[in-house]
T-cell receptor, first 112, second 114 residues
Framework: LAKTTQPISMDSYEGQEVNITCSHN???????ITWYQQFPSQGPRFIIQ???TKVTNEVASLFIPADRKSSTLSLPRVSLSDTAVYYC?????????????FGQGTTLQVKP | SQTIHQWPATLVQPVGSPLSLECTVE??????LYWYRQAAGRGLQLLFY??????ISSEVPQNLSASRPQDRQFILSSKKLLLSDSGFYLC?????????????FGPGTRLTVT
């Protein structure tokens, strides 16, 4: 599985757009990029998944350049409740186990 | 709808005592099942996963073991707990063969080994 690198922490203010970038230089052709969110004392929650270009849902957008060596999770107009740890994961598309390997994640602190 | 249960919610156990944590999933069949541990201030560590009854894969060598006696039941055990076993234990499930890598997590068990 490709190793991911993302910032340890980020600060933002309410109402701002937050972009968290993850690098995955060794991503394989059939790998997917997946992001999860975790609040304290809870399990992670799936946010978004993509393979290339742009994916958008009601929570976030995911931008993946053509070389797929990085990805950016974009959270529009964050609120205090978006304070959480955000994990970037690369998942083998050919895997039937659905196994996920979580890294340290990015701790996002949203301030009023 | 699908739900996942874990118990107990909290547990305080002395070093050297046995452990049994249970996880059950409702509303789905033949799920993939996972056990994770999160030590204080650390990331999630995948401990075991299972793609079917009796099929267990271990990710990290340790004094823990897992079993899947029924399709939607996943048990994490230890014969003798160590101080380093303290942490937040999470069970999760996913749809077998799904192209979307979405796992659904239970409420967790907070284990303190004293």
């Amino acid at each position: 599985l490709a190793k991911t690198t993302q910032p340890i922490s980020m600060d933002s203010y309410e109402g701002q757009e937050v972009n968290i970038t993850c690098s995955h230089n060794n991503i394989a052709t059939n790998d997917y990029i997946t992001w999860y969110q975790q609040f304290p004392s809870q399990g992670p929650r799936f946010i978004i998944q993509g393979y290339k270009t742009k994916v958008t849902n009601e929570v976030a957008s995911l931008f993946i350049p053509a070389d797929r060596k990085s990805s950016t999770l974009s959270l529009p107009r964050v609120s205090l409740s978006d304070t959480a740890v955000y994990y970037c994961l690369v998942v083998q598309g050919s895997s039937n186990t659905g196994k996920l390997i979580f890294g340290q994640g990015t701790t996002l602190q949203v301030k009023p | 709808s699908q739900t996942i249960h874990q118990w107990p919610a909290t547990l305080v156990q002395p070093v050297g005592s046995p452990l049994s944590l249970e996880c059950t999933v409702e509303g789905t069949s033949n799920p993939n099942l996972y056990w994770y541990r999160q030590a204080a201030g650390r990331g999630l560590q995948l401990l075991f996963y299972s793609v079917g009854i009796g099929q267990i894969s271990s990710e990290v060598p340790q004094n823990l073991s897992a079993s899947r006696p029924q399709d939607r039941q996943f048990i994490l055990s230890s014969k003798k707990l160590l101080l380093s076993d303290s942490g937040f234990y999470l069970c999760a499930w996913s749809v077998s063969g799904s192209p979307i890598y979405e796992q659904y997590f239970g409420p967790g068990t907070r284990l303190t080994v004293t």
